[in-house]
């Protein structure tokens, strides 16, 4: 059979690629490369209000970081400005009392969903002050492209 050079350069050239995936998804598992959420929280979705783990929404800060508490609801998060400090790990906590949201801080690495029922929590580092959009990135209604909340990363004060 015939088969043409550029064919054949193609041919190999994908190839390549499919083993290169594979090697890729392998790597990903040795390595511990993917970080899959550790346990699983739940909640009731029609008690987030009074629920104790939510009733004191905000920061709260510590010598060693800060920890942040917010709902995403049809079309808002609560609260809607977080302040938190430079250089010091962050934990988030957040849950939903209607239905899924995304919680997404353009320009960095912080980006879950959050689904009714559940509390989805996550940590990271905010090395650069200064003024982040939080949006919602899961289509949840009407008002979903007006659903956002500001995060403002503080120079660490001490
Ligand atoms: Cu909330 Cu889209």
């Given at each position: 059979m015939n088969v043409p050079l550029y064919e054949k350069i193609w041919m190999w050239a994908a190839g390549g690629m499919i083993v290169a995936f594979i090697l890729m998804v392998f790597a990903g598992v040795a390595f511990s490369a993917l970080e899959p959420p550790s346990h699983v929280e739940t909640i009731d979705p029609a008690q987030v209000w009074t629920d104790a783990r939510f009733a004191n929404r905000g920061v709260t800060q510590s010598p060693t970081g800060a920890t942040v508490i917010a709902v995403a609801m049809m079309f808002a998060f609560n609260p809607a400005e977080i302040h938190v400090p430079a250089g010091k790990p962050v934990t988030f906590r957040l849950t939903s009392a209607d239905v899924t949201h995304g919680f997404q801080i353009v320009g960095t690495n912080a980006n879950t969903m959050v689904i009714p029922g559940y509390i989805s929590q996550f940590t990271t580092t905010f090395s650069t002050p200064g003024e982040y959009l939080i949006v919602c990135?899961?289509?949840?209604?009407?008002?979903h492209h007006q659903m956002y909340a500001t995060l403002i990363v503080e120079e660490a004060s001490s």
């Open positions: 990135n899961e289509y949840c209604g009407l008002g």
